[in-house]
């Protein structure tokens, strides 16, 4: 079990590491008027996607061996309310798409304080989901 523990961590981790940073190149994007500037943060944008995309999807997969698996947090209150916070971090990751597409499309209405708030999300969530894990409030 520790294993699968150890590589839920490090995937977590590195999707965070991701849901960090796109809107970080949103916020960019956002404000820049430079046709080639917008192209490097394009691509930027488009690369960090695609990478962190299967990386979210393998945090998911281990911790649900954790859950289903092993039974940790089975039956516990912290746990059902850890996944509920979970599928917002998943509906997060989908908004960036969302975002990207826009962006690619040149169709992009959201200004750069926009994407700095929008940047806070996930910051918010792990803070929950952190405090849901260690403290197990309930």
């Not at 294993?3 to 404000?31: C, D, E, M």
């Not at 930027?44 to 945090?59: I, N, Q």
Request: net charge positive; charged share 10%.
């Amino acid at each position: 079990m520790l294993w699968v523990k150890t590589f839920h961590i490090l995937f977590v981790v590195s999707w965070f590491a991701g849901l960090f940073y796109l809107p970080r190149i949103y916020v960019n994007l956002a404000q820049t008027q430079d046709a080639a500037t917008r192209a490097t943060l394009l691509g930027m944008a488009h690369r960090l996607y695609r990478f962190m995309t299967p990386l979210g999807v393998l945090a998911l997969v281990f911790g649900l061996v954790l859950w289903l698996g092993y039974g940790v947090g089975a039956g516990q209150g912290w746990l059902h309310a850890k996944l509920l916070f979970v599928l917002a971090l998943a509906l997060f990751h989908l908004a960036c798409r969302q975002h990207l597409r826009t962006f690619t499309a040149d169709t992009n209405h959201h200004t750069h304080r926009y994407f700095r708030w929008f940047n806070e999300i996930p910051v918010l969530l792990l803070l929950i989901i952190l405090i849901l894990v260690v403290v197990k409030p309930f």
